[in-house]
């Protein structure tokens, strides 16, 4: 069996700076408290949580009396980035706040708070529940959250609509969505926020999902990232499989002579890609 690792396989340019400024706090004083998951990734985020890291969930909306409790304590808001409202509940709750949003959410979050200053019908397209979008949402007056083509059946537009898409959503799903709306409504405005380090990634893996027989996806079953990447290698490669670690790898999977291929979604560390990697190889020394 021959096995290799995706060059491009990694974390992302978002989660890297998360993970680094998260690890530099810990090493520093022992307790640091993330609103909601730091990364969608459990394995990750258990070695996080050997260091100190707490994880509180994200109660929606943030209020700054149910938060009282992390008054004086370092609270990190993760890449996912907050509402305005929620950014000001920990504020007067008297956390003291480390950010880790992603410069490429936190744009999106300006942009839209422009658009809906300029009088715009601000239409995210994403999923509903996801705290990124739950985050872009608090910057409008009155968005309109967009998942699926039935969502759009009963939407009422007004005659200027700016259009985004959460930055982890699959790019195809988000334009032929974005065609609806602009097939009715007279000024829709269609921002293409999909991440572009994810738009290049994919690009790359499908090509790398192509040139092996098998290919292993390392990714948290709640990463949204983790999703779209897999369907495009099996969109590809019909023997793709996704799992958190070795634990879900099946043996019938492979044969004796395949090339198998092991990358990962924008929050896998490539520990966890070369931990699958020895694994195999012990697998194959069998
Ligand atoms: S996937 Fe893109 S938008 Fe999301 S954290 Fe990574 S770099 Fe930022």
Same mark, same amino acid.
């Given at each position: ?33 993330? %609103? ?25 909306? %943030? ?13 990190? $808001?993760?890449?996912? *980035?907050?509402?305005? @409202?929620?950014? !000001? ?5 008297? @956390? ?6 992603? #410069?490429?959410? +936190? ?6 708070? !422009? ?7 601000? $239409? ?8 990124? =979008?739950? *985050? &872009? ?7 309109? &959250?967009?998942?699926?083509? @039935?969502? &759009? !059946? ?5 005659? +200027?609509?700016? =259009? ?21 409504? +007279? /000024? ?8 572009? /380090? ?7 893996? $499908? ?14 079953? /709640? ?16 023997? #793709? ?18 090339? $198998? ?15 699958? +990697?020895?694994?195999? &190889? ?5």
């Amino acid at each position: 069996m021959k096995i290799v690792i995706d060059a491009h396989a990694g974390f992302c340019p978002g989660v890297l700076r998360a993970v680094q400024k998260a690890e530099k706090m810990l090493a520093h004083s022992g307790e640091l408290i993330s %609103l909601g998951a730091l990364i969608h990734n459990p394995v990750e985020l258990q070695r996080l949580q050997q260091m100190g890291l707490i994880t509180r969930p994200q109660e929606e909306p %943030l209020d700054a009396e149910r938060l009282s409790d992390l008054k004086d304590r370092r609270v990190l $808001v993760r890449t996912h *980035g907050l509402a305005a @409202a929620g950014h !000001e509940a920990l504020r007067q709750a008297g @956390a003291q706040v480390e950010d880790a949003t992603c #410069s490429t959410v +936190r744009r999106v979050q300006t942009l839209i708070a !422009e658009k809906d200053r300029q009088g715009e019908q601000i $239409v995210i397209i994403g999923k509903k529940n996801h705290a990124e =979008v739950i *985050g &872009l949402a608090g910057y409008s007056r009155k968005p309109l &959250l967009i998942e699926r083509e @039935a969502d &759009l !059946e009963g939407a009422v537009f007004s005659d +200027r609509v700016a =259009v985004f898409s959460q930055t982890t959503f699959d790019r195809d799903r988000f334009f032929s969505l974005a065609k609806i709306i602009q097939d009715r409504v +007279r /000024h829709a405005t269609v921002h293409d926020t999909t991440c572009r /380090h994810i738009t290049k990634r994919l690009r790359r893996l $499908v090509d790398f999902a192509a040139s092996v027989d098998v290919l292993l996806l390392i990714g948290g079953s /709640h990463s949204s990232n983790s999703r779209v990447l897999f369907e495009a290698c099996r969109a590809v490669n019909e023997r #793709s499989f996704k799992i958190e670690g070795v634990d879900e790898l099946d043996r019938s999977w492979l044969r004796p002579a395949d090339t $198998v291929g092991i990358s990962g979604g924008a929050s896998t560390p490539r520990w966890q890609l070369e931990k699958v +990697r020895d694994y195999l &190889l012990e697998l194959s020394a069998q």
